[in-house]
């Protein structure tokens, strides 16, 4: 292609050649427009694959932006009590205690059918080959062939069905029926624990979430703050060190906004990991840590604070009923065994009769088999008291979940009692602090109080805020406390 340009490029620029490049010959002529036209076709070439690379490029950067809006943040409503909900369902922990849960019912489907006759089928085919015979000891061999028939075999069925084993199947049933009890203690305890944290972190969040609205509430007084001085700055009523001091508590408050910004993020992140949510998904809490709560008079009545209803003392009860069950099966092997058994067979040669005869023939016959192993009496004697102890240490473990709950029971009422007191206080106290506050900026714009004395105005109100939110998701938090550990959540 490029010669066919060249060739063409020839006929149009070398009757002008005479003009362009006066004083020389026509091939020298010819040669340095041969070399620009050269010259000309490279750039071009490289402004090609400038251009398809900056194409690709461009292509590169819309199909990573498409991405991004494909992957934009999902905003995620729900209630506390949805949270719970989904968490019961969804949560990684929980679905894999179901799992266990359905295991363990294969388990006990499997040890129930141990109590079902065994049916074996059996056969064998042998070729004998000839029997040497030796007379004086090794000398004189002689081969004959296997009579009647070098051939041999048998095929048949036996079984055999426990009628006694000293009530062993009978303790396996049992064990088992305790250990299906026991998974389906532990999806309610593992939903429980998830359940509560699940709250926890709701609860933080909403608490982050009102700090986020105070916060936001304090820049607006602090931007009023700092035009105002800087008013009073103008007309030298105050000081550069005031203005400085207030831009810095501007700043300051800037700060704090970037942090609770930052603990949302984390907070629901939490939660999305909890609920088994999309990656994308941001939890917007639709209830505030101001909601609804239980009065001291009716918590009493729903938290009687029994003992064995808690999670703890409930696993610690199966426990030793299982080991129970441990000792009885021990105790069962000092006991004999009866077993039921029969057998039908088709067997080549006849060997019933002597000489044997080459013929097949079927035999069948049912009997009892009783036998006793006289060493458990000594062997079973050491697994047996080791199992007794163990009984004797899960019964003080029951006891000691026992005077765990009672401890932390009567340690949430005083806590969840205190929290509420305390929103009582700090609900009065907002009130004092915004008039305090609204008194001493008065004050100062008139010049009759320090910016010391407004800035510690402005923090003591922010305190209560805090103070409050931090009692009312408290008291929150205790009463879901109580729910779990009542075995109730």
């Known amino acids: 292609m490029l010669k066919q340009l060249e060739s063409k490029l020839s006929f149009t620029i070398c009757p002008k050649i005479?003009?362009?490049?006066?004083?020389?010959?026509?091939s020298s002529r010819y040669v340095t427009v041969r070399s620009v036209f050269r010259l000309k076709i490279d750039d071009l070439k490289i402004s090609i694959?400038?251009?398809?690379?900056?194409?690709?490029?461009?292509?590169?950067?819309?199909?990573?932006?498409?991405?991004?809006?494909?992957?934009?943040?999902?905003?995620?409503?729900?209630?506390?009590?949805?949270?719970?909900?989904?968490?019961?369902?969804?949560?990684k922990d929980v679905q894999a205690a179901k799992l266990e849960e359905t295991a363990v019912r294969s388990d006990q489907i499997a040890t129930k059918v141990l109590a079902m006759p065994d049916i074996e089928?059996?056969?064998?085919?042998?070729?004998?080959?000839?029997?040497?015979?030796?007379?004086?000891?090794?000398?004189?061999?002689?081969?004959?062939?296997?009579?009647?028939?070098?051939?041999?075999?048998?095929?048949?069925?036996?079984?055999?069905?426990?009628?006694?084993?000293?009530?062993?199947?009978?303790?396996?049933n049992a064990a088992q029926s305790y250990k299906v009890l026991l998974a389906g203690l532990n999806v309610m305890d593992r939903g429980g624990d998830v359940s509560l944290h699940v709250a926890t972190d709701y609860l933080e969040l909403e608490a982050l979430n009102d700090q986020l609205r105070?916060?936001?509430?304090?820049?607006?007084?602090?931007?009023?703050?700092?035009?105002?001085?800087?008013?009073?700055?103008?007309?030298?009523?105050v000081t550069r060190s005031d203005v400085l001091r207030a831009q810095l508590n501007l700043s300051s408050v800037n700060l704090d906004l970037e942090r609770t910004q930052n603990d949302i993020k984390i907070a629901s992140k939490k939660l999305v990991v909890l609920l088994d949510l999309p990656d994308n998904s941001v939890i917007n809490p639709t209830d505030s840590a101001n909601m609804q709560r239980v009065s001291p008079k009716k918590i009493h009545s729903l938290f009687p604070g029994i003992a064995d209803d808690?999670?703890?003392?409930?696993?610690?009860?199966?426990?030793?009923?299982?080991?129970?069950?441990?000792?009885?099966?021990?105790?069962?092997?000092?006991r004999p065994a009866i077993t039921l058994i029969s057998t039908y067979s088709l067997n080549?040669?006849?060997?019933?009769?002597?000489?044997?005869?080459?013929?097949?023939?079927?035999?069948?016959?049912?009997?009892?088999?009783?036998?006793?192993?006289?060493?458990?009496?000594?062997?079973?004697?050491?697994?047996?008291?080791?199992a007794r102890i163990r009984s004797e240490e899960l019964l003080l473990q029951k006891q000691s979940a026992s005077d765990s709950f009672n401890q932390e029971f009567s340690s949430l009422l005083i806590k969840y009692q205190e929290a509420l007191d305390r929103i009582k206080v700090n609900e009065q106290s907002i009130e004092q602090a915004r008039v305090n506050y609204r008194i001493v900026n008065t004050k100062y714009l008139?010049?009759?109080?320090?910016?010391?004395?407004?800035?510690?105005?402005?923090?003591?109100?922010?305190?209560?805020r805090y103070n409050l939110v931090e009692a009312q998701t408290n008291a929150q938090l205790f009463y879901f406390r109580l729910l779990y550990l009542s075995g109730k959540l």
């Open 18 to 26: 005479d003009e362009a490049l006066p004083g020389t010959d026509l």
């Open 49 to 91: 694959k400038c251009l398809v690379a900056l194409l690709m490029l461009l292509f590169i950067a819309l199909s990573g932006n498409a991405q991004q809006k494909n992957r934009r943040d999902v905003i995620y409503p729900i209630s506390l009590d949805q949270a719970i909900m989904l968490s019961k369902s969804q949560n």
């Open 121 to 172: 089928l059996q056969g064998n085919y042998q070729r004998y080959t000839k029997l040497t015979l030796f007379n004086d000891f090794l000398y004189h061999a002689n081969s004959v062939s296997v009579f009647p028939s070098p051939n041999a075999g048998m095929a048949g069925a036996v079984t055999t069905f426990n009628l006694y084993a000293g009530g062993r199947q009978k303790t396996a």
């Open 214 to 237: 105070y916060i936001k509430e304090q820049i607006v007084r602090a931007e009023t703050r700092v035009r105002n001085i800087n008013s009073l700055y103008v007309n030298q009523k």
């Open 310 to 334: 808690s999670y703890s003392v409930r696993k610690a009860v199966l426990a030793i009923k299982l080991q129970t069950e441990e000792v009885n099966a021990i105790k069962s092997n000092n």
């Open 348 to 386: 080549y040669p006849n060997a019933l009769v002597y000489p044997h005869v080459d013929q097949a023939y079927a035999l069948g016959y049912a009997g009892l088999n009783i036998s006793y192993s006289l060493s458990s009496i000594y062997k079973n004697k050491l697994a047996l008291a080791a």
């Open 446 to 464: 008139n010049q009759l109080a320090l910016l010391t004395d407004l800035l510690d105005a402005d923090n003591l109100l922010q305190e209560v």
